[in-house]
């Protein structure tokens, strides 16, 4: 029964995951800045996509 309930957590937080990770690049799609002003927020982002844990936490923010 644990095993159960762990593997519903585990699940969702996949899916919380991968939910952040796609409001990620939707944020970093529609910055309308040029890439010279982008600040870290945005360069971290960008490195996100590739980082998905990176990209999940930073697509929250």
């Known amino acids: 029964m644990a095993a159960f309930f762990g593997a ?3 699940f969702g ?3 919380a ?3 952040g990770w796609i409001f990620n690049i939707g ?3 529609h910055v309308g800045m ?3 002003q982008w600040g870290v927020i945005e360069v971290l982002r960008a490195i996100g ?3 998905a844990p990176l990209g999940a936490v930073l697509g929250y923010c």
């Open 49 to 51: 996509i590739l980082l």
């Open 13 to 15: 937080l996949l899916i």
């Open 34 to 36: 040029p890439l010279a």
């Open 17 to 19: 995951g991968l939910v």
């Open 27 to 29: 944020k970093l799609v």
């Open 8 to 10: 519903i957590f585990y």
